[in-house]
């Protein structure tokens, strides 16, 4: 599925850390940990806490933070409507991981099992 250029452009010069808070917000809204947000995060790009933090808090872009990330062998696996689009049809790799990653948080808020949401890891 093709997204626009205009979206793509924008979530790659979005700020990681200006949405974070957002992710942190809707899954203890509904009763969720920020260990588990991170356990999620570290299960799609690889980081640990203190790189996490690090990109926060230099501001990185959605761009930088998925360039250095290592994005799970699994994270394929991961399907569904996010945003209104499909994110296995996504063709924009970093709109697509992007997408990934607000599905697997979309997923720890409306309480799915970690084991699920992990994709068998």
């Known amino acids: 599925m093709k997204t626009s250029n205009n979206q793509n452009h924008r979530i790659a010069k979005l700020i990681f850390g200006s949405v974070y808070p957002m992710y942190v917000e809707?899954?203890?809204?509904?009763?969720?940990?920020?260990?588990?947000?991170?356990?999620v995060i570290r299960w799609l790009t690889g980081y640990d806490?203190?790189?996490?933090?690090?990109l926060i808090k230099e501001k990185v872009t959605f761009e930088?933070?998925?360039?250095h990330?290592?994005?799970?062998?699994?994270?394929?696996?991961?399907?569904?409507?996010?945003?209104?689009?499909?994110?296995e049809e996504i063709e924009e790799p970093l709109t697509q991981q992007?997408?990934?990653?607000?599905?697997?948080?979309?997923?720890?808020?409306?309480?799915?099992?970690?084991?699920?949401?992990?994709r068998g890891s």
Not at 64 to 67: A, G, P, S, Y
Not at 69 to 83: E, F, K, Q, R
Request: aromatic residues 6%; proline residues 2%.
């Open 98 to 118: 992007a997408r990934y990653l607000d599905k697997l948080v979309d997923e720890l808020a409306k309480g799915r099992k970690m084991e699920k949401i992990l």
């Open 26 to 39: 809707k899954v203890e809204k509904k009763g969720r940990t920020k260990e588990e947000l991170h356990q």
């Open 49 to 54: 806490d203190k790189k996490l933090q690090e």
């Open 64 to 67: 930088t933070f998925f360039q």
């Open 69 to 87: 990330a290592s994005l799970n062998p699994n994270a394929h696996l991961i399907t569904g409507v996010i945003c209104g689009y499909r994110v």
